[in-house]
């Protein structure tokens, strides 16, 4: 490689995380895209590979193609970069497959550059690339990518980003049943007003759960994962929910609940011989109804994207 090119790993992100929609997410370690890019000798984005899905090549319909522009508009950068997009994440797979190719773009374009942008315009910059995905600019996938570990997305406007201590014994498992959820359809079977008593239950997990983050209380953390307003409603859309999270709970899971829009299903355990325990437990449910599916086990990603080569 040359000092013109940049090989990334883009990693898959859990977002919501139970109580904290829109606002919460982790990186994991295990799944994620890899992504190339280079100085192209013509203004702008250009996408002039794409393998492992059928997403669009044209800059302005791809997500990293406008989270790109959206970057050299503002740094009125007049050269351009070409993009080879490696796809492992599947989209709509609700682990953050758009979020990846946009927070991608914008780190390996800045780290060509020298680094002109800081971690935060990055956010803002791939936030671009999830509006064209969901319709919203929503950055609680894009900012565990870009900053590593677990973030916490405390203002979109102005954008706010807040990093939080993730327990080194954290870890993931994640089992993503073969369906296709839309971000953009999933929101709008979403309730547009909540109860004050459901709101205060919500805060006090979210509260509880940053709390036991940051002091490694694993106990708190597992009476923290519980979301009374969106998972209720999502659930229904994923085939086998209840049984699945029951299983996760059963096998030693502190919490269980829905990864960002679904189907995608994820559990948070303290130690990877559980976390693998739970995945299988998820497993076994997803085989029973015939559901085919992947399985990840992952340590929280600290780093977040990273150079292969």
Known sequence: MTKDEIKIFCPATIANISCGFDVLGLALGTVGDVMVIRRGNSPGIRITRITGQEIPMDADKNVAGVAGMAMLKELEYQGGFEVEIHKKIKAGSGIGSSAASASGVVWGINHLLGNPCSEEQLVRFAMEGEKLASGTPHADNVAPAIYGGI????????????????????????????????????????????????????????????????????????????????????????????????????????????????????????????????????????????????????????QGIRIIS
């Open 151 to 302: 973030t916490l997305v405390r203002s979109s406007d102005p954008l706010d980003v807040v990093r939080i201590h993730a327990p080194a014994e954290l870890f993931a498992s994640v089992v993503h049943p073969q369906i296709e959820i839309k971000t953009s359809d999933s929101r709008k079977i979403l309730r547009t007003s909540i109860s004050l008593a459901d709101g205060i239950r919500q805060w006090g997990n979210l509260g509880a759960l940053i709390a036991g983050l940051f002091r490694e209380d694993y106990d708190l953390i597992g009476r923290s994962l519980e979301d009374h307003i969106v998972e209720p409603i999502r659930s229904i859309l994923i085939p086998g929910f209840d049984e699945i999270k029951r299983a996760a709970i059963a096998a030693g899971a502190l919490g269980c609940g829905i990864s960002g829009s679904g189907p995608s299903i994820f559990a948070l355990s303290k130690g990877r011989e559980t976390a693998v325990k739970v995945s299988e437990s998820m497993s076994r449910v997803l085989t029973g109804i015939d559901l085919e599916h992947d399985t990840y086990v992952s340590e929280i990603n600290t």
